[in-house]
C-alpha cells in the first residue's frame, strides 16, 4: 500500500490593494481561497503537456455571488466581469499573479473573485475557461480608487 501522506495541495491567497494618487494606500485586505478541482486538473494538464501553455491561467474575474466556495464550483456564482491578468511570474513555491484595475473599472461592491485558465473563442465570455481558484469576501472599490489584485498560489505539502 502507497504512503499518500506527502501529497501536494496548493493553497492560495488572495490581496487585494487600493490606492488613491497621489496620497497613497487606502487599503489592504487578504482572503485565502480555494483552488477547485478543475483547477487542479488544469495543473495536471499543463505539467503532463497535454495543454498547451497558451491554456494557462490568463483572466482574472469578479463577482456578487456569496456562497461558500466548494471545489466541485466550476464558475463563479453571479460573475460580473473579467480581465486579462497583467503579469504572472513564479516566487519560490509560489505561482503569482497581477491584475491591476484603474480608476474606470471594476468599481463598486465585488463579493467573489477566481482565476480562469484556457484559451479558443468565448475566453472573455463571462464563467468561460477552466475555474482554477474561488475565494468570496467582500470589498468595494471608488471611481477614484486604482486597485491591484495579487494572488499566489502555493505549491506544498500537506505537511508544510
Not at 22 to 41: D, M
Not at 64 to 86: C, D, H, V, W
Request: glycine share 8%; net charge positive; no cysteine.
Amino acid at each position: 500500500m502507497q504512503n499518500f501522506a506527502g501529497l501536494i495541495y496548493p493553497r492560495g491567497q488572495v490581496t487585494v490593494e487600493k490606492w488613491e494618487a497621489p496620497s497613497g494606500p487606502v487599503e489592504k485586505q487578504v482572503f485565502p481561497n480555494l483552488i477547485v478541482n478543475s483547477g487542479r486538473s488544469v495543473m495536471v494538464n499543463l505539467m503532463l503537456g497535454v495543454w498547451p501553455s497558451t491554456s494557462a491561467v490568463y483572466q482574472h474575474a469578479l463577482g456578487t455571488g456569496s456562497a461558500i466556495p466548494t471545489a466541485s464550483n466550476t464558475s463563479l456564482q453571479y460573475e460580473t466581469g473579467r480581465k486579462f491578468i497583467k503579469t504572472r511570474s513564479a516566487e519560490d513555491f509560489y505561482a503569482r499573479f497581477v491584475t491591476f484595475y484603474d480608476t474606470t473599472e471594476a468599481n463598486g461592491t465585488a463579493y467573489e473573485q477566481a482565476l480562469f485558465a484556457g484559451t479558443g473563442a468565448g475566453v472573455n465570455s463571462a464563467n468561460s475557461g477552466n475555474l482554477v481558484s474561488r475565494v468570496t469576501g467582500a470589498f468595494a472599490k471608488t471611481n477614484t480608487q486604482n486597485m491591484r489584485i495579487v494572488w499566489r498560489i502555493l505549491m506544498a505539502s500537506a505537511t508544510a
